[in-house]
Every structure is written in structure tokens, then in C-alpha cells.
């Protein structure tokens, strides 16, 4: 039974449109492990357990999995795809309208400031990334301020009905955690966050480097499937600081990391780095180390968000 599902699965993903699948399932899997064997201990216990961490890790490709069955005209197939990609331009800016170490404070504003343009930008081309990232942070950091009112209501009035309460709160911000680090991993993703998503493009292209349309698939799915593991992760991995209470700058740092990635992604597939066979163990051991730190990158940065949102949630009133 297990291959079958393993078959389909994998069906799945091929099915999947390129530009919404980063670092595929064993990517997204390996950063949600990573990332919660390295959760900071002053997390509530409820997340320090094993089956809450295997839950959040399970449900880090949940939004890839999630395409299964959604027609690309359906109103999802226009929404769905664009939160998992930033098309930044080489000179650092989006669409050459806005810099992305100065992106507008809300989604809303993104669009508009395309939309108003000369050219008139779709924001639906450019993608969302970012704002997915922020409104995934703001999302937990707001579970985790309910929590603490769900907890401080059982403490003072007690009873099964505050303690269930209490259990769905728990409940809800495990799976918000699960659900939000998907786009975190997206954001370490160096195709992700760029115009040469699949291959260089009809882009000005003077280091002649790949314009292979496997590009994409080739990287963030076979190699690191076959080569990369929470094991070769884990190195990498530093230990998550607080960001700002509203982290946007942290996250614009955060996706020109990985945008800065870009050329020496394709430098290291100029070397045949990523091939499955036939490639030296130098060149392979040079990609392993790249994608092994952009996972990591992921991981960090995913840990210092909920860190972040757990931190910053006690200064939030909310009802229940």
C-alpha cells in the first residue's frame, strides 16, 4: 500500500504547475524537520511534542498537495499559484517598479503600486511571496495570543469546557504553524525569487548560462530528493533570533539572501553540479552544500518567526 501511495504521490507533483512547487515534497518535508528539532525551548509544551512537531512537518508541503484537483480557471488556479513566488528583476526590483528592499507594507499596497504604474503591472504575475510570508507570521502570532487568553480563562474559571477550548487553540496554531512554513521554505528557494525561475529566459544572458526548461524540476525535486537530507541540513543551521514585531524588513533580508543566490545557482549548473550521473564529486559535493544551506536558511528562518510571533503575541488582546 505504501508504494502505491508513493506512486501517486509523485504523479501529484508532476502534475503540479513549476512555478508552485519549491523545493518539492522531500524539500519542504527536510526544512519542517530541521526546523522543529531546533524549536526554541521556551515554546509552549505543546509544540515541544512529538506527534505537534511531526504534524508541522507533514503539513509543510500541505500546500502544494492542496492543487490536487483545482482546475486552473477556477478562481484557487489564479489565487493559489502566486503566493509561492517573487519575480524579481536583476537590478533587485520588482517588475522595475518597486525595490524589494522596499516593498509596500500590505498586500493590498503591492498591488496597487504595480497596478498604478505606467505599465500597468498585474501583481498576479509578479507573484506575492512576501505578503504570504507576513500574513502566515501574523496569523500564528495571533493563534498564539488566543491561546494564552484560552489558557488564562481555564486557569481562572476552570471546567472540560475551558480545557477544550484550550485544546482547539493548540490544535489550530499547530496546524497555522504547518501550513506557513510552506511558504518560508518557498522563500529560501533561489528560483523562487527571480525572473530566471526555469532556466536563464529571454533575458539578457552574456555568461550564456542554462535556459533549460528542467531547470526548475531538475534541482528543487530530483537532486535534493536524491542528495539531500535533514542530516546534510543541519549543519548549516544557526539559531534563530527575534525579529521585528511587523518582520517585513526581515523578510525582504530574507528573500534577497536567497535572490543573491540566483547566479551562483546557475554557475553551479553551468558544472553539470545538479546532474544525477556522470558528474565529479567535486562539483556534486559543491551543489549538495548549496542546496543543503538554502534548506537550512528555511529552517532558521521559519524557527525565528514563530519565535518571533511567540514573543511579541503577549502584548495582543483577542475574544473567543
Not at 506527534?51 to 500541505?62: N, P, Q
Not at 537530507?229 to 548549516?236: G, I, L, S
Amino acid at each position: 500500500m505504501g508504494k502505491v501511495w508513493l506512486v501517486v504521490g509523485c504523479l501529484i507533483v508532476m502534475l503540479l504547475p513549476l512555478r508552485a512547487l519549491a523545493w518539492g515534497l522531500d524539500g519542504h518535508r527536510i526544512i519542517g524537520e530541521v526546523a522543529v528539532k531546533n524549536l526554541p525551548a521556551e515554546l509552549p509544551p505543546f509544540l515541544q511534542t512529538q506527534a505537534a512537531k511531526d504534524e508541522i512537518t507533514y503539513l509543510g508541503s500541505e500546500e502544494d498537495r492542496l492543487k490536487i484537483g483545482e482546475d486552473e480557471e477556477a478562481a484557487w488556479g489564479r489565487e493559489w499559484p502566486t503566493d509561492h513566488y517573487l519575480d524579481v528583476e536583476d537590478d533587485g526590483t520588482v517588475a522595475g517598479v518597486v525595490a524589494l528592499s522596499a516593498l509596500p507594507p500590505t498586500r493590498d499596497d503591492f498591488e496597487q503600486l504595480l497596478m498604478n504604474s505606467p505599465h500597468h503591472i498585474d501583481a498576479y504575475n509578479t507573484g506575492f511571496l512576501p505578503y504570504a510570508i507576513l500574513e502566515g507570521y501574523e496569523q500564528v502570532r495571533s493563534d498564539f495570543a488566543l491561546w494564552r487568553q484560552a489558557v488564562a480563562d481555564a486557569q481562572a474559571r476552570g471546567g472540560d469546557a475551558a480545557t477544550t477550548i484550550v485544546k482547539y487553540r493548540e490544535t489550530l496554531t499547530i496546524h497555522d504553524i504547518g501550513i506557513f512554513s510552506h511558504f518560508v521554505g518557498d522563500g529560501s528557494q533561489p528560483l523562487h525569487v527571480t525572473v530566471h525561475y526555469n532556466g536563464w529566459g529571454h533575458y539578457p544572458n552574456p555568461r550564456n548560462f542554462s535556459t533549460d526548461p528542467k531547470t526548475h524540476a531538475e534541482f528543487e525535486s530530483d537532486f535534493v530528493s536524491r542528495y539531500v537530507n535533514a542530516d546534510t541540513v543541519n549543519p548549516f543551521f544557526h539559531a534563530p533570533t527575534e525579529l521585528t514585531t511587523v518582520p517585513l524588513p526581515d523578510i525582504e533580508r530574507y528573500l534577497a539572501d536567497t535572490n543573491a543566490q540566483v547566479v551562483p545557482f546557475y554557475e553551479l549548473k553551468a558544472r553539470a553540479s545538479f546532474d544525477l550521473g556522470g558528474v565529479g564529486s567535486s562539483a556534486r559535493n559543491d551543489a549538495i552544500r548549496f542546496a543543503s544551506a538554502r534548506l537550512a536558511a528555511a529552517s532558521q528562518m521559519l524557527d525565528s518567526l514563530v519565535l518571533t510571533a511567540w514573543r511579541t503575541s503577549a502584548s495582543l488582546h483577542g475574544s473567543d
